[in-house]
């Protein structure tokens, strides 16, 4: 995978493309991005049969993206996902009942990019992770979302595994 350094940034990030200029809103970064399409509700069953939604919406128009993840229709994350003026990046901030992460957002060869670092409560015991997910757009009604490990320098790594199994899925745009 490339460098973070050398990628164009959705939402809020900053851009090494020539000739535009950077994007003042969330809307602006999504355009040129060509972004628009992760808006929705997208689903997923793992092999154990548990069904995922994971819910992109505009919650304020132009500006903020809400976040909702379920698990078998229990919402268990909640976050939004804007543009930092300051920063000229997009970033997002994620809650559920164990902990909180933060994200920054990137679209590298057409995957959006996000970067996770947070801290989690697990049986009493605080962890911080971190990782990379990417979104890939198949067609209009299929995604593909993969999750990496980061290297040390905090570069978009190797395809992390859980039980000797890639993490690699497919998610279906969900009809309503």
Partial sequence: MK???????FVGLAFNVSGQE???NLKEAMDAAKAHWIIGDWETKNADGTTWVVSFK???KDGVVSL???RDGETTNQGVI????????????????????????????????????????QEGEINRYSHARSRRKVDENTMETVVHNLTATGEVGEVAER??????SKWNRKKP
């Fill in 3 to 9: 460098k973070l350094t050398s990628l164009i940034i």
């Fill in 163 to 168: 039980d000797g199994v890639k993490r690699i």
């Fill in 68 to 70: 909702q993840v379920t």
């Fill in 22 to 24: 950077e994007p003042k």
């Fill in 58 to 60: 505009w919650a304020v």
């Fill in 82 to 121: 804007g543009f930092d003026s300051a920063s000229g990046k997009v970033v997002g901030k994620t809650m559920s009942g164990r902990g909180v992460s933060d994200s920054e957002w990137t679209v590298v060869d057409g995957k959006l990019i996000t970067i996770v670092k947070g801290v989690r409560n």
